[in-house]
């Protein structure tokens, strides 16, 4: 299986800080890596697919880059509705996986 | 817009089969993947598997002797079921909708949480 680690774990910011979030696979995932943002009580929601395109009504301030092993999640402008834990997802092969999550908390 | 609904018991017995069903709505069923995932209370995020609309599946290989899933194109609906049910596989069942093309998980349902408990 692919490993996903994410750093940090957990991050305290104020709103209008720029936040970057790191995703490292154990192997070689070329451009396979999305995005979600979960709020607690529901359902993980879609941000970035392939390593860096922004999906459908996602706001702009949201941008993700990396290639092969590294990547980054970055939030350009944190806005109150943004806290929340994101995580990382490989989708180059099966089994799927997942990092353990990044929460981002008020300051 | 695509909408996923799933149903099922939310308690069940230690050694029993947990079974879900995850309605899909507002779009066809066909030509994607889908996706079960599960999230254990304040944990993270276990991908279990996938089923295509033609009906060939994909497991974890940490739960594939207990998991089977399978869809009905008929009823837009597809299940999952694990077996031997022990108190860590308590958890909130997704159901997902994955695309062929992208990869991208892009369509959740709201998720329902299932005990393991005598």
């Known amino acids: 299986d692919i490993q996903m680690t994410q750093s940090p774990s957990s991050l305290s910011a104020s709103v209008g800080d720029r936040v970057t979030i790191t995703c490292r696979a154990s192997?070689?995932?070329?451009?396979?890596l999305n995005w979600y943002q979960q709020k607690p009580g529901k359902a993980p929601k879609l941000l970035i697919y392939?390593?860096?395109s922004l999906q459908g009504g996602v706001p702009s301030r949201f941008s993700g880059s990396g290639s092969g092993t590294d990547f980054t999640l970055t939030i350009s402008s944190l806005q109150p509705e943004d806290f929340a834990t994101y995580y990382c997802?490989?989708?180059?092969?099966?089994?799927?996986?997942f990092g353990q999550g990044t929460k981002v908390e008020i300051k | 817009q695509v909408q996923l609904q799933e149903s099922g018991p939310g308690l069940v017995k230690p050694s029993e089969t947990l079974s879900l069903t995850c309605t899909v709505s507002?779009?066809?069923?066909?030509?994607?993947?889908w996706t079960w995932i599960r999230q254990p209370p304040g944990k993270g995020l276990e991908w279990i598997g996938f089923i295509y609309s033609s009906g060939s599946t994909n497991y974890n290989p940490s739960l594939k002797s207990r998991v089977t899933i399978s869809i009905d194109t008929s009823k837009s609906q597809f299940s999952l079921k694990l077996s031997s049910v022990t108190a860590p596989d308590t958890a909130v069942y997704y159901c997902?909708?994955?695309?062929?093309?992208?990869?991208?998980?892009?369509?959740w349902g709201q998720g329902t949480l299932v005990t393991v408990s005598s």
């Open positions: 997802q490989q989708s180059f092969s099966t089994p799927r996986t």
């Open positions: 192997q070689n995932i070329f451009s396979y």
């Open positions: 392939s390593t860096s």
């Open positions: 997902a909708r994955q695309s062929v093309n992208s990869q991208k998980i892009d369509s």
């Open positions: 507002g779009d066809s069923i066909n030509n994607y993947y």
